[in-house]
């Protein structure tokens, strides 16, 4: 086993000499060049944090304008031809530009922190895989000005309207898309070589951080989808441009084959936006309960499984194709099971909080809020899991506020807890406190706001994805474009905390939390570009 | 702190009993069929169930965060696992789901048993609008949006049932089991009516079935729920539930007014008639795509000064007739008659600064359809 491990730095290959190399042996770039060429997992982490913020505005912005042209009934803004582009884009921009690279973003900067590693496995690699993704998403918006508009057929794109019915750019999404998901393999693969490879020495499989588990399982499900993914998207491109039949009817196609495929990969796709969510959420509350997670093992075994459960239930957003009745109950009984592993985590994680310590900093107001919010989107996903009442609530605003509250109110949530816990570790200074509650505020009120309606909106009966409504919509709407232009707008401030956390503010020490334990906060804040280039001498928790 | 907390849980308490209390307009329809009954009670049961669980769960933890806080001096506690806690909330919700799928299982058995109908529809999703088809009765029709552009565009007041109306609804005998077999023209839809729970993908190359048996006479309104590309939010479904007696008056009737159609063909249509109706299928098929002045917008074609289709008559029915494979222009020969078709090609060729001055003769175009039938 030792034997294929990568030879451990010497002791004589001090922090010293090795900053003395870097420097010497060869003269790091300045300016863009620096950015461009780095293979430090810090830096490239940054990159892919400010990457995802910069997509999170354009998605968000794409919002804006759909929630504008839904304030009230009628069509007063856009053209329902451009505002089928804004519900794709902004899907598809948030899924796969704001979402996925901000948790590889705190993959990157805390993975190789909280397991002693002194970098990613494959440096070079991971360069490349962030800089596919500027690539992709340029080439993505770019189609919203080719002749005939961006794609407008839904971020799940069904098949034929994204291939017989679709416009001339889709081929151009294609290979956007193809892009943005090998660097996602890519980047899955350096995080599985990270972990696998790289632990400082006596740190068990089961010593390992949450976070580190979580994005270890989510790797995984990235390498076994993201493939089905290319596979789909090139049937697409051949049907459009080479003639063959797949997801075409009049050809001996076969369109349901199209969604089959699709969400065998859409399934685990979403785990793979909250998996990293539940990491960074069980890192947090036990610091701020100065309690040690309640359940560690358990909370590694539910993950595992809803990993796995993942792969088995995709059929569950396609009640309503005519799926066979033994298909639709199988479907159906392991959807529901997905509850149990889900519901051990919110157990777990308020058994932390029983009998703690608890104090209320801006990252554990973010946890908190995702707790209560993301469990909010759990019941409703059992309640679709029904399946005879799935064909009530199926393509309704009633599974656009489910996926809602998984997704915005939880796994953004959840980022940004994240962001506000190592923000002291990434610059050396706490973020301004008023700014951040005020931050924090503004969110759980604009998002409630935005969110909850659409459940009774979608309950009355409002089908997705449209321009315009009837009237008896007409209040839950006002009250959700409200709300989503407050919380677009609350997250300017979030920039501003950035902004000024990076410029100055409160020092913060290694430790820069009274109850955190990882091996992050033995380093100092900020974290000196080089970390671990001797293994740090790791004490289990005796989990 | 403590007052903000009280005021959050109470807040998130209102919001989430309110709807119940108000129901109407909140909650889903509990519907007019025993289906939808039984999909109304599984909905309300596990939602319950999400509100007991909600309770308990938020309520431990706002418990523990008022009760433990570090600012009132708590002390951590140690412990940080225990066997059979963390069996038993395993294990509860795993019972509470099988007893959930129990009722769950018999509603959807019940659902899928379309055997035994009692009447056949076929229900064809087109862009942008649903045709039904009475099997075995010799009646079809397309049932299109009836709001008028007008009020979509705020230029006009919007009416009580605003994007919820259509010229032709389907109608349906109460107590009767209705049949529906559905597919698609073109891409898929999705028919989907709140008060009788059926909802159904229409695909093309297959061919879906629901069921429903209608118990109170009414008018049901709802809405395609797949979307379908830019008009997705413009085909409306509306059934109308009449006693059998009356559907069968009705039935009649439609038949009647068939054969009429059918027999026109054959007389010489003056221009001004088909100016005049082919102006009227222009707005319910046409327009939404080649647009009310015919100059068509993104990737639909300008009809207005079209050269192809001015130059060559036999062309343009062609298109019309057969659609153009592998685009949105959809056949029209199993959707329009022979009239209809003369009709709308008279008025194509002679509208928006077109003066071709062709009129074509619906009996032209039943005998090409006859010969294209063979």
């Known amino acids: 086993m030792a034997s294929h491990l990568p030879p451990k730095p010497t002791p004589q290959h001090s922090t010293a000499t090795a900053g003395g190399m870097a420097e010497a042996g060869h003269a790091r770039p300045r300016g863009l060049m620096r950015w461009l060429l780095t293979t430090n997992h810090k830096e490239i982490g940054s990159l892919y944090l400010i990457f995802s913020l910069t997509m999170f505005f354009i998605g968000g912005i794409f919002a804006l304008v759909v929630r504008a042209e839904l304030f009230q009934p009628g069509l007063q803004l856009v053209r329902p031809e451009f505002f089928n582009q804004m519900t794709t884009m902004h899907g598809l921009i948030m899924v796969f530009g704001a979402i996925m690279p901000a948790f590889v973003g705190l993959a990157n900067w805390m993975v190789p922190l909280q397991i002693g590693a002194p970098d990613m496995a494959l440096p070079r690699l991971n360069n490349f895989s962030f800089w596919l993704l500027p690539v992709a998403f340029a080439l993505l918006l770019s189609t919203l000005l080719m002749p005939g508009g961006g794609p407008n057929f839904g971020w799940t794109f069904y098949a034929p309207l994204s291939t017989t019915y679709a416009p001339p750019s889709t081929t151009f999404f294609i290979l956007s898309l193809h892009i943005a998901g090998i660097s996602s393999i890519l980047g899955a693969i350096n995080i599985i070589a990270t972990i696998l490879n790289l632990r400082a020495p006596g740190m068990r499989m089961m010593d390992m951080p949450l976070f580190v588990w979580t994005w270890l399982i989510t790797a995984f499900l990235l390498i076994a989808v993201m493939p089905v993914l290319a596979g789909v998207i090139t049937m697409m491109l051949m049907d459009i441009n080479f003639g063959t039949s797949f997801f075409n009817a009049a050809g001996g196609g076969d369109p349901v084959l199209f969604q089959h495929l699709f969400w065998f990969f859409g399934h685990p796709e979403v785990y793979i936006m909250i998996l990293p969510a539940f990491g960074i959420v069980s890192a947090i509350i036990p610091t701020f309960s100065r309690k040690r997670l309640f359940g560690y093992a358990s909370m590694v075994y539910a993950t595992a499984a809803i990993a796995l459960l993942s792969f088995l239930v995709w059929a569950h957003h396609m009640f309503v194709v005519g799926l066979p009745l033994v298909a639709e109950l199988f479907f159906m009984y392991t959807t529901m099971l997905i509850a149990v592993p889900t519901g051990v985590k919110i157990f777990n994680w308020v058994a932390t909080m029983f009998r703690g310590s608890i104090s209320f900093e801006p990252p554990m107001l973010f946890a908190l809020a995702f707790v209560v919010q993301f469990t909010v989107g759990g019941f409703s996903g059992l309640m679709l899991a029904i399946s005879p009442a799935d064909f009530q609530y199926h393509d309704t605003y009633f599974v656009v506020a489910h996926f809602h509250y998984v997704l915005v109110p939880g796994a953004l949530f959840a980022i940004l807890a994240g962001a506000y816990y190592w923000l002291p570790k990434w610059t050396g200074h706490y973020p301004n406190l008023r700014l951040s509650q005020w931050h924090f505020w503004l969110s759980v009120i604009g998002v409630n706001l935005t969110f909850f309606p659409m459940h009774f909106s979608g309950l009355a009966g409002m089908p997705r994805r449209i321009p315009d409504y009837a009237l008896q919509f007409a209040d839950f709407n006002l009250a959700a474009s409200m709300g989503a232009f407050l919380f677009g707008a609350s997250q300017l401030l979030f920039v501003l905390v950035i902004i000024k956390c990076v410029r100055g503010g409160e020092k913060a020490p290694a430790k820069a939390w009274e109850g955190a334990e990882d091996l992050e906060w033995s380093v100092p804040s900020p974290a000196p570009l080089h970390t671990f280039e001797t293994p740090p001498d790791f004490h289990p928790h005796q989990h | ?374």
Not at chain 2, 48 to 61: D, E, P
Not at chain 2, 70 to 79: C, I, M, Q, V, Y
Not at chain 2, 224 to 239: I, N, Q, R, S
Request: glycine share 8%.
């Open chain 2, 1 to 374: 702190m403590r007052t903000l907390l009280a005021w959050i849980a109470g807040g998130l308490t209102s919001v989430v009993l309110t709807p119940v209390a108000l129901a109407d307009g909140w909650n889903m329809p509990v519907g007019v069929t025993a289906i939808s009954r039984d999909i109304y009670s599984l909905h309300m049961i596990i939602f319950w169930i999400c509100v007991v669980i909600g309770v308990i769960v938020f309520g431990a933890m706002f418990y523990s965060l008022f009760r433990y806080r570090h600012s009132r001096g708590a002390k951590a506690a140690t412990f940080h696992e225990h066997t059979s806690v963390e069996v038993i909330w395993t294990a509860i919700p795993l019972l509470i789901l099988v007893g959930m799928a129990v009722p769950a299982t018999a509603t959807l058995k019940n659902m899928y048993d379309t055997s035994e109908a009692d009447l056949d529809i076929m229900v064809t999703g087109q862009q942008w609008r649903w045709r039904y088809e009475y099997l075995g009765e010799d009646v079809a029709f397309t049932s299109n949006l009836g709001t008028p552009r007008e009020q979509i565009n705020g230029t006009g007041e919007k009416g009580e049932y605003y994007l919820l109306e259509v010229d032709e609804p389907l109608v349906l005998p109460v107590g009767q089991k209705v049949r529906l077999l559905l597919t698609s023209d073109d891409v898929i839809h999705s028919w989907w009516v709140p008060d009788l729970a059926v909802k159904q993908d229409a695909i093309p190359g297959f061919v879906n079935e629901n069921w429903v048996r209608i118990e109170e006479p009414g008018i049901y309104r709802g809405q395609c729920t797949e979307l379908c590309g830019k008009d997705h939010a413009f085909m409306p479904v509306v059934v109308e539930a009449v006693k059998p007696e009356r559907f069968d008056e009705w039935l009649a009737e439609r038949k009647e007014a068939a054969a009429q159609e059918a027999s026109s063909a054959d007389r010489e249509w003056a221009m001004d008639e088909l100016m005049e109706r082919g102006q009227q299928v222009y707005g319910s098929l046409c327009a939404s795509c080649h647009q009310e002045d015919g100059q068509g917008i993104g990737n639909f074609p300008a009809l207005a000064g079209n050269e192809a289709m001015l130059d060559d008559v036999d062309w343009h029915i062609d298109r019309v007739v057969n659609g153009v494979s592998g685009t949105a222009m959809a056949s029209f020969r199993n959707t329009l008659s022979a009239v209809e078709i003369a009709a709308v090609v008279t008025y194509e060729r002679n509208a928006w600064g077109n003066e071709s001055g062709d009129s074509v003769q619906p009996s032209e175009i039943a005998e090409r359809l006859a010969d294209q039938g063979e």
